[in-house]
């Protein structure tokens, strides 16, 4: 069988004036990552990752802690959908949630509904069908480059792995938005591919994360 791990950027810089940059503790969390697949043996082919920076300097932190070169490459296919842009088009949001993990955690899924919904698709820079289409391609070229035996690493973001693993469960947006609620910081998912199709085996595992550096933002 083939393999493909799918790997959540580590943590970012929520309540900063840029989000997209790893945290020092995203930083040791990517490093963890590599660490524990190269304790286990995962010896990757390929590492893809999405163009945006947590994803790419993720990829580097999980290079390092495998302590081994490997060739990468982008898949925007792979990028989160734009969290502000719901938010920016939800009437009367709580402003708190720019900074309040936990608001923010609220006002996301009321905004992800009104978007799912696609009665207001004019309000978005792109539709939750047209996010979904992109991911389903980026997953579907993925597993098509995969030959026998090979392992790829996928570096993404919570919404594009959920929908992910809500595919392949057979779900649609409640699944999603269960999935994308619990989703860690380089949490792995494993996909395999064989001769019976393409499974999801596990998801969000993090037994490379000790108690205290667990998060979710």
Do not use: C
Request: aromatic content about 8%; hydrophobic content about 40%; charged content about 20%.
């Amino acid at each position: 069988m083939s393999v493909l791990y799918l790997i959540r950027h580590g943590q970012a810089s929520f309540g900063t004036d840029d989000y997209d940059r790893l945290s020092p503790l995203g930083v040791a969390q990517s490093r963890a990552v590599g660490e524990q697949f190269a304790y286990l043996g995962v010896s990757p082919s390929l590492l893809i990752h999405g163009d945006m920076l947590r994803q790419r300097q993720t990829t580097e932190g999980i290079v390092t802690g495998l302590d081994s070169e490997k060739d990468s490459h982008i898949d925007s296919g792979w990028n989160e959908f734009n969290a502000s842009n719901l938010l920016d088009a939800l009437p009367d949001h709580d402003p708190r949630a720019a900074t309040d993990s936990r608001i923010f955690q609220r006002v996301l899924e009321e905004a992800a509904a009104r978007w799912a919904a696609g009665d207001n698709d004019d309000d978005y820079e792109e539709a939750f069908s047209a996010f979904t289409a992109r991911v389903d391609h980026a997953l579907d070229e993925a597993v098509d480059s995969l030959d026998s035996g090979e392992q790829t690493v996928v570096v993404s973001s919570s919404g594009a792995i959920a929908w992910t693993a809500a595919r392949l469960l057979g779900g649609g947006f409640e699944q999603w938005l269960a999935l994308n609620r619990v989703t860690v910081n380089s949490g792995i998912t494993k996909i395999v591919k064989g001769s019976s199709g393409v499974s999801l085996i596990s998801f969000n595992e993090h037994s490379h994360l000790s108690a205290g550096s667990i998060t979710y933002r």
